[in-house]
């Protein structure tokens, strides 16, 4: 006789960059399971895997993990992890005057409310020069998984992320897909970019939307007022 197996309640939720409807259940042990090893192993590309793993197990709809912007895997994670553990978090920020210890204030944080923030100057299609402008599209899994992290640590790794975010390069008569290109004639096109023109490029990759909270406290022991903003997963778990 076959053992009984729980069957999981079925949420709602939006992939931010897309608008797409999805469902989801919330973990169960195996995922935490998974979650746990990757996070003990403190390999980059192991955490992004498992998280991939954990996600595509989760998620009901028939979507693809490699193709969503990271901003779209760090709010799906945050929703399904509120709804396994709980949607409220603890945060204990810090004073930054007081050096006592107990200059500590302690943040209960709704997660499953955490919006993902779009800046106003955030475009994606860019014109550098005269006619000549270039697409890009968002990081996606695939990109982070294929360079190890999201955060550029040289002048190489940022030219890694965006030559991976191409879409296209046109001008007025011609449209050149980055598919039918060579990394090294992409290379060339941004190394004979001024730096005001390669700056508009930058701009799109820190205008990125990302999951944002802004807070506000009160030091318990010198009594000043903080404002503090966090972004991104790692601010909130």
């Known amino acids: 006789m076959a053992l009984p197996?729980?069957?999981?309640?079925?949420?709602?939720l939006t992939v931010p960059s897309t608008g797409q409807e999805i469902k989801y259940r919330p973990f169960l042990v195996k995922d935490e399971k998974t979650l746990l090893l990757a996070h003990q192993s403190e390999d980059v590309k192991v955490m992004i895997d498992s998280l991939k793993n954990?996600?595509?197990?989760?998620?009901?709809?028939?979507?693809?993990?490699?193709?969503?912007?990271?901003f779209d895997i760090e709010y799906i994670f945050t929703q399904i992890r509120a709804k396994s553990v709980g949607e409220i978090v603890e945060l204990f920020l810090k004073c930054?005057?007081?050096?006592?210890?107990?200059?500590?204030?302690?943040?209960n944080l709704d997660i499953s409310k955490i919006p993902v923030t779009k800046n106003e100057k955030h475009k994606s299609d860019i014109i550098l020069y005269d006619d000549v402008g270039i697409?890009?599209?968002?990081?996606?899994f695939s990109i982070v998984n294929k360079l190890g992290g999201?955060?550029?640590?040289?002048?190489?790794?940022?030219?890694?992320?965006?030559?991976?975010?191409?879409?296209?390069?046109?001008?007025?008569?011609?449209?050149?897909?980055?598919?039918?290109?060579?990394?090294?004639?992409?290379?060339?096109?941004?190394?004979?970019?001024t730096s005001d023109q390669f700056k508009k490029i930058q701009e799109f990759f820190e205008t990125l939307p990302v999951m944002k909270q802004e807070i506000d406290y009160k030091c318990p022991v010198c009594n000043k007022e903080h404002h503090k903003v966090l972004e991104g997963l790692q601010s909130f778990f």
């Not at 197996?5 to 709602?12: G, K, M, P, Q």
């Not at 996600?55 to 912007?69: E, G, M």
């Not at 930054?96 to 943040?107: F, G, H, S």
């Not at 992320?161 to 941004?190: M, P």
């Open 150 to 193: 999201v955060e550029a640590k040289g002048v190489d790794d940022l030219f890694n992320i965006i030559i991976e975010c191409i879409d296209t390069i046109y001008n007025s008569t011609e449209v050149f897909h980055v598919k039918e290109q060579t990394k090294e004639e992409l290379t060339d096109f941004l190394n004979n970019l």
């Open 5 to 12: 197996i729980n069957n999981t309640l079925t949420y709602t």
């Open 135 to 140: 697409t890009l599209k968002y990081p996606s």
């Open 54 to 70: 954990v996600i595509t197990s989760c998620v009901k709809d028939d979507i693809n993990v490699n193709d969503l912007a990271t």
């Open 96 to 107: 930054d005057t007081c050096e006592d210890e107990k200059a500590v204030t302690k943040i």
